[in-house]
């Protein structure tokens, strides 16, 4: 298994365009976490799913972020219209929804630039 | 309130000196903690969690609920040993973990 997938790894874009970024699950994980990662503030959650369904979005700083699970394999996060505040590194994780004690797994992230 | 605190945001040993990264946690329940790692160019992974009591690449952490602390330690640090370290509370259900905001260890030589 390849791990969690994300695409693109790099992305540069200008102010008021839309972004969307992509993940990828391990095969059989039920649970997926969108994070994004900056200087200032660490790893902040944005929304976590559950077998599809997202369970707490109160991570998603504005209604210009959206994340959708179309199926069990795969995530999206929206951002539109980006902004130059949300450069940053955004991490898609998954995981087994088995108990408290299972492993998160880490995508390798996307880099996003907003100009 | 939950919440994890890493009150340094860097720390900068030579090696072979102890390393000791701080973590402070508050939450009202029994705490589950993890201590999570990102090498230079690598994926964020699980390093270690208090409940297995383990040692990992020579890193211990205890839970202290006294003092809510979860501290990360290595007796001789090494220059491999150099990463941003995540501590992170399990929050309950669904596996939804709060990260705090991450400590950066440098190993100079």
């Known amino acids: 298994d390849a791990g969690v997938i994300q695409s693109p790894r790099h992305e540069v874009t200008e102010m008021g365009q839309e972004v969307t970024l992509r993940c990828k699950l391990i095969?059989?994980?039920?649970?997926l976490f969108w994070y994004r990662q900056t200087m200032m503030r660490g790893l902040e959650l944005l929304i976590y799913?559950?077998?599809?369904?997202?369970?707490?979005d109160s991570g998603m700083p504005e209604d210009r972020f959206s994340a959708k699970m179309p199926n069990a394999s795969f995530s999206t996060l929206k951002i539109q219209p980006s902004e130059p505040r949300d450069s940053a590194v955004y991490f898609c994780?998954?995981?087994?929804?088995?108990?408290?004690?299972?492993?998160?797994?880490f995508g390798p992230g996307t880099r996003l630039l907003v100009l | 309130a939950q919440r994890v605190t890493q009150p340094e945001k860097l720390l900068s040993v030579f090696k072979g000196a102890p390393v000791e990264l701080k973590c402070n946690y508050s939450y009202s329940g029994s705490p589950e903690l993890f201590w999570y790692v990102q090498y230079s160019r690598q994926r964020l992974q699980l390093l270690l969690r208090h409940i297995s009591r383990e040692s990992i690449k020579g890193f211990t952490a205890d839970l202290n609920k006294g003092e809510t602390s979860f501290h990360l330690k290595k007796p001789f640090a090494q220059e491999e040993d150099s990463a941003m370290y995540y501590c992170?509370?399990?929050?309950?259900?669904?596996?939804?973990?709060?990260f705090g905001a991450g400590t950066r260890l440098a190993v100079h030589p």
């Open positions: 994780a998954s995981s087994l929804d088995r108990g408290s004690q299972e492993t998160q797994y």
């Open positions: 992170a509370l399990f929050s309950g259900g669904y596996n939804k973990l709060i």
């Open positions: 095969s059989g994980h039920n649970s």
């Open positions: 799913f559950n077998n599809n369904v997202p369970i707490d």
